[in-house]
């Protein structure tokens, strides 16, 4: 099954706000306590295995064995997400990383933890993430009708969570106790399954059960669905060029940056100058989240390509050792045009897929993005101590210009146009779920699913 995906928006007119639908207030609030929850997290498991005196090999494998399960059950989590519906899937993950982060509390509390035993809760954890995070995509188009802006607000969420959450996380640890901050992250899980719950209807298929999805897939196994979701990726080259490109700058870009840059910066300005810098970053993804819910390009993938070369900035401040002023200015940018990014691609994503697949091609994407950046970070440290530090964010700021001019040369990414809504629509998402409040809300429209009443042409 293949969907024509670069249609005119049908219907005229402004878009809603997505603040007057509850569906979508909902959504924003288990989101947000998910992503405080998230940042709390590596911060909580940091301190605790250190404390723990496991030492920085221990924590190693602790975030390893969070991380491993991710990528390897992504995929499988973006199938069973299209099967079951995105909901019931986050809502059963965040339901086992609450057992997971109060067994990790119980733990700490107990004293003689073991570091096998950490691994095991994390892996579990990271597992349940597998299974939440593929279905996120999916939900924005069901629950606002502007998805821009929603994905903006989610955005700026997303910088807001970044910033609070390692902070409270560090405040509880050094206030409270180590098994008082997994209590809080197992608390915030609990809010983000509360607002999901009430998100009913939100079907994966055309009969509105999320028993059968679009193309009469409903009891195909699971390698079937897996193919389905590959062929619809591979079928896009503006997708898989972008995630192909995306995935050699985690290697060269993403993953010596942090490292490398979190090490020179603090050399240069100190750990409470390098603290600012960071905050600088993460004040310019907000603002560009915010400039995500005003500026609508054409053609929203090169105007996201030209907002990410400010990011290539972000390594060369470091690598040439520029002043205080200069870095946290550069940060800011380099954090704004991120942000812009994220949402413009974000938007693309989900405004041009259909929707009965938009769980497994999230998958795709998100498997192809992220499973290099490990390796990028792994090598960064051996490579310095052979080349410098500086010299290797050199290059990848070098490689960072080339791969996002590379981007703009693939005709496909460059004549991308916006969708302000999805290209075909279904009957109503409510229609399985007479019960659903949707009194005023203005996301409880015919819930966009392309398929086979698709009217989509080439643009």
Known sequence: ?????????????????????????????????????????????TTSVLGAGFGATGVGYALAAWMVPIVVLILFGGVLADRFTPRVMMVGADAVRVVTMLLMAALFAGGGV??????????????????FQPGLASIVPRVAEDI???????????????????????????????AGSFVVIAAAYAVSAGGLLPLRGLASGQDGSGGADEGGEGDDPMWRRLATGWHEFRSRSWLWGVISLWAVYGLFVFGPSLPLGAALLTEQHGATGYGWIASADGLGTIIGGLLGMRVRPRRPLV????????????????????????????????????????????????????????????????????????????????????FGADRVLLFSSAVSFVLLGAMLCVPAIRGLTRLDRPAAETAADTAADPAADTAGDPAAVPVPVAGKESAAAEA
């Open 303 to 386: 105007a996201g390509v030209g907002a990410m070369f400010f990011f290539a900035l972000n390594p060369l401040a470091p690598a040439l050792g520029w002043n205080f002023a200069l870095t946290a200015v550069t940060g800011m940018v380099a954090g704004c045009g991120f942000a812009f990014w994220g949402v413009m691609w974000a938007t693309s994503v989900q405004s041009h897929i259909p929707l009965a697949v938009l769980s497994r091609v999230s998958a795709y994407d998100i498997a192809g993005s992220i499973m290099v950046i490990p390796l990028g970070r792994a090598l960064a440290g051996p490579v310095a101590e052979s």
């Open 148 to 178: 821009q802006r929603a994905n903006a607000l989610l955005r700026i969420s997303e910088s807001m969570a970044t910033l609070i959450g390692p902070g409270l996380a560090g405040f509880l640890v050094a206030h409270w106790d180590l």
């Open 114 to 131: 073991r570091l096998w035993q950490i691994m095991a809760l994390m892996a579990v954890s990271g597992a349940a993430t597998a299974m």
């Open 1 to 45: 099954m293949t969907t024509d995906d670069t249609a005119a928006a049908p219907g005229a007119g402004p878009l809603p706000s997505p603040w007057r639908s509850r569906r979508f207030r909902l959504f924003f609030t288990a989101r947000s306590a998910s992503l405080l929850a998230d940042g709390m997290l590596m911060v909580s498991v």
